[in-house]
T-cell receptor
Framework: RKEVEQDPGPFNVPEGATVAFNCTYS??????FFWYRQDCRKEPKLLMS???SGNEDGRFTAQLNRASQYISLLIRDSKLSDSATYLC???????????FGAGTTVTVRA | DGGITQSPKYLFRKEGQNVTLSCEQN?????MYWYRQDPGQGLRLIYY???????QKGDIAEGYSVSREKKESFPLTVTSAQKNPTAFYLC????????????FGSGTRLTVV
C-alpha cells in the first residue's frame, strides 16, 4: 500500500462550482499535513497547512480526520486559475519522513 | 528575497555523461532534498541532507550522488549509471523536521540526447 494515496481525477468542474477531494495516509505516526499546488511544468507551491481543527483560507478549506487517516481539500466558487494538480503531503516525525501523493488534477472550465 | 535557486532550467545530457544540477538556498534552512518527477507521477526522493556534511539515500538513489559541503548548497550529480535520467528534478529545503513544509526550487528539466 502506498504511504499517501490520492484520487488522480481529473475533476472537471464549471466556474463557480465547489469541488472536494481526499487524500489517505497509511502511517498513523504522521504529524503534520499540507496541500501543495503544482501547475503544469512548474514546481509545487505550498497552498496551506492542515490543522487538526480544520482550517480555511479564503475559498479553500482543509480538514484532517486522524481516526480515518485522511485529509481533504474543498474549493468553493472555483476560478479558472484554480486549474492545477493538488498534492497531498504528509510529514512523519521520528523518524523524519515527508511523503507526497501523486496528485489530484482539477480543471475548471468557463 | 529569500529563496531557493536551481540551475540550469534545462539540461541536455549525452549518453554516458555525468552532469551536475545546482541547488542553492538563502533561507537558512538546515535540510535540503532532491526529488525526481516523471510525467503523471508523484515526487520520488533521491537524496536528502539534514545537516552539513551528512546526507542520506532516498527511495531512488542509484545512479545519483550528492554533496553537502555548505549549508546553502546541495548539488546533485546524475551519473552515467542512471539508466533513465530524463525527468524533472526538484530541489527543496526546509527546517530540519520539515514540520512547516518545504520550499521548492523552480526545477531542472534534464533530457538525454
Amino acid at each position: 500500500r502506498k504511504e499517501v494515496e490520492q484520487d488522480p481525477g481529473p475533476f472537471n468542474v464549471p466556474e463557480g462550482a465547489t469541488v472536494a477531494f481526499n487524500c489517505t495516509y497509511s502511517n498513523s505516526a504522521s504529524q503534520s499535513f499540507f496541500w501543495y499546488r503544482q501547475d503544469c511544468r512548474k514546481e509545487p507551491k505550498l497552498l496551506m497547512s492542515v490543522y487538526s481543527s480544520g482550517n480555511e483560507d479564503g475559498r479553500f478549506t482543509a480538514q484532517l480526520n486522524r481516526a480515518s487517516q485522511y485529509i481533504s481539500l474543498l474549493i468553493r466558487d472555483s476560478k479558472l486559475s484554480d486549474s492545477a494538480t493538488y498534492l497531498c503531503v504528509v510529514n512523519q516525525l521520528a523518524p523524519y519522513k515527508l511523503s507526497f501523493g501523486a496528485g489530484t488534477t482539477v480543471t475548471v472550465r468557463a | 528575497d529569500g529563496g531557493i535557486t536551481q540551475s540550469p532550467k534545462y539540461l541536455f545530457r549525452k549518453e554516458g555523461q555525468n552532469v551536475t544540477l545546482s541547488c542553492e538556498q538563502n533561507l537558512n534552512h538546515d535540510a535540503m532534498y532532491w526529488y525526481r518527477q516523471d510525467p503523471g507521477q508523484g515526487l520520488r526522493l533521491i537524496y536528502y541532507s539534514q545537516i552539513v556534511n551528512d546526507f542520506q539515500k532516498g527511495d531512488i538513489a542509484e545512479g545519483y550522488s550528492v554533496s553537502r559541503e555548505k549549508k546553502e548548497s546541495f548539488p546533485l550529480t546524475v551519473t552515467s549509471a542512471q539508466k533513465n535520467p530524463t525527468a524533472f528534478y526538484l530541489c527543496a529545503s526546509s527546517m530540519r523536521t520539515g514540520e512547516n513544509g518545504y520550499t521548492f526550487g523552480s526545477g531542472t528539466r534534464l533530457t538525454v540526447v
